[in-house]
Nanobody
Framework: QVQLVESGGGLVQAGGSLRLSCAAL????????MGWLRQPPGKEREFVAS????????YYADSVKGRFTISRDNAKNTVYLQMNSLKPDDTAVYYC?????????????????WGQGTQVTVSS
């Protein structure tokens, strides 16, 4: 069992930056690949980024490539999402989630543990 708690969301102007954190409670954090997914207002949940258990492999949605960076610190049981050059289209509730294996990372239903979400609002 893994409990995930996100933090770091907020209101930022377009072009600004935010860093999201996701703290995992549980002894087996390093066994899971981790992902960040988001749900814009009125839209379905979508994949943003993922990272393998070791941190050696990452994937990004095309919409955030070059602007967002996912990382993890297994010693701290924490995964991060550094978001730069934010756009109004990035406005969403951001969720971190855990899954077995670092494949099919864009499929939200394959993630088995979810955080409660943190709101990110980007003003124009």
């Amino acid at each position: 069992q893994v409990q995930l708690v996100e933090s770091g969301g907020g209101l930022v102007q377009a072009g600004g930056s935010l860093r999201l954190s996701c703290a995992a409670l549980g002894r087996t954090f390093s066994a899971y690949a981790m992902g960040w997914l988001r749900q814009p207002p009125g839209k379905e949940r979508e994949f943003v980024a993922s990272i393998s258990w070791s941190g050696g492999s990452t994937y990004y949605a095309d919409s955030v490539k070059g602007r967002f960076t996912i990382s993890r610190d297994n010693a701290k049981n924490t995964v991060y999402l550094q978001m730069n050059s934010l756009k109004p289209d990035d406005t969403a509730v951001y969720y971190c989630a855990a899954k077995y294996g670092h494949s099919q990372v864009e499929v939200a239903t394959l993630y088995i543990y979810w955080g409660q979400g943190t709101q990110v609002t980007v003003s124009s």
